[in-house]
């Protein structure tokens, strides 16, 4: 009876060591995926992190390549702005014919309204002529002896630009009209205050 009550404490012993062991073995393969588990949140991690690090870098190179297309588009910017001035400009150029048309027009219209006798001369058309020397002398002279010779007769001075001058141009232009191409050369190959044509026969 005691023997058996001995055989049964033992298989109860060795039943509780294997649970025990089992346990153990339980415990240590638990620790051991524990650990692969904490290692393999680790590795992701730090996968993560470097993949953090990367965007963050690759950002850096993008912000700092960034500044760089900046100037470019100011530049675009500026040219597109120099273009719209430069139409603006060319705008008002094409324009200005037409104010000068219309300032022109009001003058004329003034004009119409007051005798062309009494319009300033300084409102009219000025005209340069390019004169030798000799022949200014002579148009002086001649128009100088017909001012004072008018003068004399009518006691009323006759003005340079309103009277003298217009009266050469229309007397000159008048005998110019009536003359032949073969008069006009004669006259200008044949009088020393002119110069003289050349004509190939």
């Known amino acids: 009876m005691s023997e058996s009550s001995d055989d049964g404490e033992d298989e109860d012993k060795d039943r509780a060591q294997r649970v025990r062991d089992r346990r153990s073995r339980r415990d240590r393969d638990n620790r051991g995926r524990g650990s692969d588990t904490e290692?393999?949140?680790?590795?992701?991690?730090?996968?993560?992190?470097?993949?953090?690090?990367?965007?963050?870098t690759?950002?850096?190179?993008?912000?700092?390549?960034?500044?760089?297309?900046?100037?470019?588009?100011?530049?675009t910017e500026q040219s597109q702005q120099?273009?719209?001035?430069?139409?603006?400009e060319a705008a008002e150029q094409d324009s200005s014919p037409d104010n000068t048309s219309q300032m022109s027009q009001t003058q004329s219209d003034t004009t119409d309204d007051q005798s062309l006798d009494e319009q300033p001369i300084k409102e009219r058309t000025h005209?340069?002529?390019?004169?030798?020397?000799?022949?200014?002398?002579?148009?002086?002279r001649i128009s100088g002896q017909a001012s004072l010779d008018f003068e004399m007769q009518f006691?009323?001075?006759?003005?340079?630009?309103?009277h003298l001058r217009p009266l050469l141009l229309h007397l000159g232009a008048k005998k110019l009209e009536?003359?032949?191409?073969?008069?006009i050369k004669s006259v200008l190959n044949e009088t020393d205050l002119l110069d003289s044509v050349e004509i190939d026969d």
């Open 58 to 75: 690759s950002s850096q190179i993008d912000n700092t390549s960034q500044p760089s297309q900046t100037p470019q588009t100011t530049q």
């Open 39 to 56: 290692n393999e949140e680790q590795t992701s991690s730090t996968s993560q992190t470097s993949q953090t690090t990367q965007t963050e």
């Open 155 to 162: 006691d009323t001075e006759l003005e340079k630009n309103r």
């Open 127 to 140: 005209e340069t002529f390019y004169l030798r020397d000799d022949l200014r002398r002579e148009l002086r």
């Open 178 to 183: 009536d003359m032949d191409p073969e008069a």
């Open 82 to 88: 120099t273009e719209q001035s430069g139409q603006t």
